[in-house]
């Protein structure tokens, strides 16, 4: 790169900023076109994007990529599949840039109301997993937004294929390329540059490891939208039905380790320990789930379970290893859920509706669930197409964050010619 990193980061800044500028005032329909030919490109291409993950595959085994990263890294058939399933869906949902909502007529004539409009440019930076670059840009372009993609430099390969399909497929149909834009290079700097470019930025939306979520949070000068980890537990109550909650216990934890809402945290009422833990152990042995207890857990079901430390409350394992909890009812177990847990996604099985009632009041998570598993947590299982990144902070996204996430709204007035008296 013969650019300093400043001179580049501040060039895809100003692109960006140029291309969100345009994109604003763009109809649902040039949208939706722009996103139908980014699909057909895909396809087209599928072969050549396969090709470059293969060798971002082979680079990282190289490596020794831990397994969770491998597993987020890899784009099977069925992923690449469920990419442009994902993108025909952001297609399909209602455009939110410009609703009016609220019109009301105040006593001096005006009418007021809001608009719902584009954040402008988003910056995302994340690790592994290159399905989240289509999901982003999809997302982004849908409500009217450019975005900065910077992934990990283990999906290098992976995630400049699919910027390039996606730039080509822009410029088919007069879009501006510069509306998606993944960094090029690894250097970490590129990261720094990209948190503090307050001039061409508005938010930023990191996803990962813990360790990345702390450092933009710390460093960032531009809003963020993060969610530090996926600690997730399930509750099952005295009066769970014991048929329903096995499966889903055994989804929540062995469906997919490598992601932020599995079950990492197993609660089980003291009143059906006895009988429900043998049951738990047995459908975990096929797994080969390592179980962490504590200490009533241990005497349960013997010596060979490892006896759970202060830690492991607070671990998001995202592998086969699972820590479980007898606690004495429900109160003892929103109080775990709220201390130890990361507000990400908590549920609860139990056939009692007031008690499941008073578990979504007081469980303090940004998804709460009764009766299922915590896997359906996430953009595409809750209708919004995609996601792009799942918020557990309380102020302006939570969840799954999908186009509406990703708008902001302004005031609009309406007069007649009123003059303020």
């Known amino acids: 790169m013969q650019q300093s990193i400043q001179e580049y980061m501040k060039t895809i800044g ?62 099977t058939e069925a992923r690449f599949n469920g990419m442009l399933e994902g993108l025909k869906d952001v297609i399909a949902l209602k455009d939110p840039i410009g609703e009016i909502t609220d019109l009301a007529y105040r006593p001096t004539g005006i009418q007021l109301g809001k608009m719902r409009v584009p954040l402008g440019v988003v ?55 510069a509306a998606v834009q993944v960094i090029e290079t690894a250097d970490r700097a590129a990261v720094g540059e990209l948190i503090t470019l307050t001039e061409y930025v508005d938010v930023i939306i990191p996803r990962g490891g813990k360790g990345l979520i702390q450092r933009i949070t710390n460093e960032a000068r531009i809003p963020v939208i993060k969610h530090l980890d996926g600690n997730c537990h399930i509750f099952v109550e005295a009066q769970a039905d014991i048929a329903k909650a096995l499966p889903v216990i055994l989804n929540a934890k062995t469906h997919r380790y490598g992601v932020c809402n599995a079950m990492e945290t197993l609660l089980v009422d003291q009143a059906i320990a006895e009988d429900f833990l043998p049951q738990v152990k047995a459908i975990y042995a096929e797994k ?43 109160d003892e177990a929103i109080h775990h859920i709220n201390h130890y847990g990361s507000h990400h996604t908590d549920a609860i099985l139990t056939e009692n509706f007031t008690l499941a009632h008073s578990f979504l009041a007081r ?36 969840g799954p964050v999908g186009l509406e996430g990703l708008t902001s709204q302004k005031w609009i007035v309406f007069g007649h010619g009123e003059i303020r008296q």
């Open 123 to 177: 910056g995302m930076i994340y690790e592994s997993r290159p399905n989240v670059t289509l999901e982003a840009a999809s997302l982004a372009l849908k409500s009217g937004n450019a975005i900065i993609l910077r992934g990990g430099s283990e999906a290098l390969a992976s995630n400049q294929a699919l910027a390039h399909v996606i730039q080509q497929a822009l410029n088919a149909v007069n879009f501006p390329a």
């Open 288 to 330: 080969q789930i390592e179980l962490r207890g504590c200490a009533e857990t241990v005497r349960i079901l013997g010596s060979d379970i490892v006896p759970a430390t202060e830690d492991d409350w607070y671990t998001e394992y995202l592998g086969p290893i699972l820590a479980v909890k007898v606690v004495q009812d429900m």
């Open 14 to 75: 100003q692109q960006a900023r140029a291309a969100s500028q345009l994109l604003s005032a763009a109809s649902t329909k040039s949208k939706n076109d722009a996103l139908q030919t980014i699909h057909d490109a895909l396809i087209t291409h599928k072969a050549d994007i396969l090709t470059a993950n293969q060798a971002d595959m082979e680079k990282g085994r190289a490596s020794q990529l831990d397994a969770a990263l491998l597993d987020r890294l890899e784009l």
């Open 363 to 398: 469980v303090d998570s940004s998804s709460v669930v009764i009766n299922a598993s915590t896997r359906f947590a996430d953009g595409f299982e809750y209708g919004l197409g995609a996601e792009i990144g799942i918020s557990t902070d309380k102020i302006h996204a939570r």
